[in-house]
């Protein structure tokens, strides 16, 4: 069974960063395209940004130049750098990955960590 696990949400401040990081772990062969995703109250999930095996990114427009996505292959893990963090900020995050078992794409998500941005 695959599994994703987030960390590093928690409680910043208006202008102040956080890093979150997601692991894939159980029986598989490769993984795709990693993402993250948020999901704010009353709101639709969103796409915060993705990257693909060979570490080509893109972001919403929302979060570039602000947001920075990162993985790395040889531990199937997936970071997200947040920087200059907003009040808009505030929501559920989830770690989202194309997981492969031969040519077989499983779509895999993580449990969600929050992500809450206050004074």
């Known amino acids: 069974q695959v599994q994703l696990v987030e960390s590093g949400g928690g409680l910043v401040q208006p202008g102040g960063s956080l890093r979150l990081s997601c692991a894939a772990s159980?029986?598989?062969?490769?993984?795709?395209?990693m993402a993250w995703y948020r999901q704010a109250p009353g709101k639709q999930r969103e796409l915060v940004a993705l990257i693909t095996g060979v570490r080509s990114s893109s972001y919403a427009g929302s979060v570039k130049g602000r947001f920075t996505i990162s993985r790395n292959n040889a531990n199937n893990t997936v970071h997200l750098q947040m920087n200059s963090l907003k009040l808009e900020d505030t929501a559920v995050y989830y770690c989202n990955a194309n997981i492969y078992t031969g040519r077989v794409a499983r779509d895999s998500w993580g449990q969600g960590t929050q992500v809450t941005v206050s004074s």
């Open positions: 159980g029986s598989f062969d490769s993984v795709g395209v």
